[in-house]
T-cell receptor
Framework: ETGVTQTPRHLVMGMTNKKSLKCEQHLGHNAMYWYKQSAKKPLELMFVYNFKEQTENNSVPSRFSPECPNSSHLFLHLHTLQPEDSALYLC????????????FGPGTRLTVL | TQLLEQSPQFLSIQEGENLTVYCNSSSVFSSLQWYRQEPGEGPVLLVT?????EVKKLKRLTFQFGDARKDSSLHITAAQPGDTGLYLCAGFNPYSGAGSYQLTFGKGTKLSVIP
């Protein structure tokens, strides 16, 4: 595998379910990110991890819980979501440096019923 | 709060035509990135511009960073159906204070190239 991978690619869940999204980067980067992409809105940064430490949490509701066990893996644990949480969830990684070029995974299309 | 405004929001053109999309801000960025995103996929980095006035070419795509590093443009020559997608610009300013690792994304320009 190369680049940034995400699983699953599609997920349908009920409001009472608990599920997790997984992201893995094979680029040797030291920072990883979760973004939410909804229709008609810019990409919304949710969380940033730098060397496995969470450095940004952009006022994300507690029903989203990130986990970064090492610099290559990132999870987003989901519980008691709302229908408005339906979106494309994108993971990205970068090597923190002057330009912070980010490399994105293909995303998980989440539908909350 | 740093904002990036992209225009136009939507663009539909015939194959072979030229087009320009714009990315504007009142804030200064140390670098600016352009991405293309196809439906159901993540954004793919096309180019990064870092110097005011810089011009970079990627085959039929020409990217320019404004002299003041507040704006950028993407020009496509002789557009092809394969150019169809959402074009996103993203600015990086490590000295912004709030969320220094963040990229500021525009809403994107959705381009359709009709065969």
């Amino acid at each position: 595998e190369t680049g940034v991978t995400q699983t699953p690619r599609h997920l349908v869940m009920g409001m009472t379910n608990k599920k997790s999204l997984k992201c893995e980067q094979h680029l040797g980067h030291n920072a990883m990110y979760w973004y939410k992409q909804s229709a008609k809105k810019p990409l919304e940064l949710m969380f940033v991890y730098n060397f496995k430490e969470q450095t940004e949490n952009n006022s994300v509701p507690s029903r989203f819980s990130p986990e970064c066990p090492n610099s290559s893996h990132l999870f987003l644990h989901l519980h008691t979501l709302q229908p408005e949480d339906s979106a494309l969830y994108l993971c990205a990684s970068s090597q923190l440096m002057a330009d912070n070029e980010q490399f994105f995974g293909p995303g998980t299309r989440l539908t909350v019923l | 709060t740093q904002l990036l405004e992209q225009s136009p929001q939507f663009l539909s053109i015939q194959e072979g035509e030229n087009l320009t999309v714009y990315c504007n801000s009142s804030s200064v960025f140390s670098s600016l990135q352009w991405y293309r995103q196809e439906p159901g996929e993540g954004p793919v980095l096309l180019v990064t511009v870092v110097t005011g006035g810089e011009v970079k070419k990627l085959k039929r795509l020409t990217f320019q960073f404004g002299d003041a590093r507040k704006d950028s443009s993407l020009h496509i020559t002789a557009a092809q159906p394969g150019d169809t997608g959402l074009y996103l610009c993203a600015g990086f300013n490590p000295y912004s204070g709030a969320g220094s690792y963040q990229l500021t994304f525009g809403k994107g320009t959705k381009l359709s190239v009709i065969p």
